[in-house]
């Protein structure tokens, strides 16, 4: 009887060091089952912050989190805007004198529709600020929270504008 119990309490506590290793996801994370925010093909090959991110958005939108989705987008966005100036060797223009650091995302918009360096489409234009909102909110207030309606209404465009800002970065 005792070997019985033995033996049971020796599987459990195997199980148990075994749990963490076989659920915890891997440190670089997971990616997601679907594409439904952002095809991966967009960014497939450019830079390896830039896919992870792009697996962060379709992940977090495929478990039904969209305030995370909608930071990851804003944070995509962000991020697309510097890589945009960096390419064209005008970093200069969206950083801080006095510090060197970035703009806020408030002002990188800003100076990415006003940029003469290049003409960005009429979808572009209008999804800058709608994603900065939005993502602002999931990020920043209190007691809003995303749906995933707010997330569907900005993906046409979304993927309009990562587009561009691709190119316009030169990464494809």
Same mark, same amino acid.
């Given at each position: 009887?005792?070997? /019985?119990?033995?033996?049971?309490? $020796?599987?459990?506590?195997?199980?148990?060091? !075994?749990? *963490?290793?076989?659920? /915890?996801?891997?440190?670089?994370?997971?990616?997601?089952?679907?594409?439904? =925010?952002?095809?991966?093909?967009? =960014?497939?090959? @450019?830079?390896?912050? #830039?896919?992870? =991110? /792009? &697996?962060?958005?379709?992940?977090?939108?495929?478990?039904?989190?969209? $305030?995370?989705?909608? =930071? %990851? %987008?804003?944070? #995509? %966005?962000? @991020?697309?805007?510097?890589?945009?100036?960096?390419?064209?060797?005008?970093?200069?223009?969206?950083?801080? @004198?006095?510090?060197?650091?970035?703009?806020? #995302? +408030? $002002?990188?918009?800003?100076?990415?529709?006003?940029? *003469?360096?290049?003409?960005?489409?009429?979808?572009?234009?209008?999804?800058?600020?709608?994603?900065?909102? /939005?993502?602002?909110? +999931?990020? &920043? +207030?209190?007691?809003?929270?995303? &749906?995933?309606? !707010?997330? !569907?209404?900005?993906?046409? $465009?979304?993927? @309009?504008?990562?587009?561009?800002?691709?190119?316009?970065?030169? #990464?494809?």
């Amino acid at each position: 009887m005792r070997s /019985v119990a033995r033996e049971a309490l $020796d599987i459990a506590k195997r199980i148990q060091a !075994d749990a *963490p290793l076989r659920y /915890v996801p891997p440190s670089a994370g997971t990616r997601p089952a679907t594409q439904a =925010v952002l095809p991966f093909a967009l =960014v497939q090959n @450019t830079r390896g912050y #830039l896919e992870r =991110v /792009v &697996h962060q958005i379709n992940g977090s939108y495929e478990k039904g989190w969209f $305030d995370a989705c909608a =930071v %990851m %987008m804003r944070r #995509l %966005m962000e @991020t697309l805007i510097i890589e945009c100036f960096e390419a064209h060797g005008i970093a200069n223009k969206i950083r801080d @004198t006095r510090t060197g650091d970035f703009f806020y #995302l +408030s $002002d990188l918009v800003t100076h990415a529709l006003a940029e *003469p360096a290049w003409n960005l489409g009429r979808n572009t234009k209008r999804a800058l600020p709608n994603l900065k909102t /939005v993502g602002d909110q +999931s990020a &920043h +207030s209190r007691r809003y929270n995303a &749906h995933r309606e !707010d997330i !569907d209404k900005l993906i046409p $465009d979304f993927r @309009t504008a990562c587009q561009e800002l691709i190119y316009l970065a030169k #990464l494809k």
